[in-house]
């Protein structure tokens, strides 16, 4: 399983931009996926990128506002969060897995980072 370790998560205004990065070693061949889970909520996918960075998919609560990337060089995915709403606030992991699917983009995530919080408060 590989490591993941996310970073960038502060508290923001609303309105308000961030970027938050996923960083592992050997993961130039996983899909990876950004998800997050608020107090008292199930955790929900947010965006994800295909391997070659050619595929992404986000969530519909934040489409238009977020945007994945993914750095094979440097072996970092980025999520660019823009527009933040409270409704944003959660802690933000990432995760991988083999493949990409549009059909069924949040499911078979086998490797996690810790997380990161990212709050959202005027």
């Known amino acids: 399983q590989l490591q993941l370790v996310e970073s960038g998560g502060a508290l923001v205004q609303p309105g308000g931009s961030l970027r938050l990065s996923c960083r592992a070693s050997?993961?130039?061949?996983?899909?990876i996926g950004w998800f997050r889970q608020a107090p008292g909520k199930e955790r929900e996918g947010v965006a994800c990128i295909s391997s070659s960075g050619g595929k992404t998919t986000y969530a519909d609560s934040v489409k238009g506002r977020f945007t994945i990337s993914r750095d094979n060089v440097e072996n970092t995915v980025h999520l660019q969060m823009n527009s933040l709403k409270p409704e944003d606030t959660a802690i933000y992991y990432c995760?991988?897995?083999?493949?990409?699917?549009?059909?069924?983009?949040?499911?078979?995530?086998?490797?996690w980072g810790q997380g990161t919080q990212v709050t959202v408060s005027s």
């Open positions: 050997g993961f130039t061949f996983y899909a």
């Open positions: 995760a991988a897995r083999y493949y990409y699917s549009d059909y069924d983009p949040w499911s078979d995530f086998a490797s």
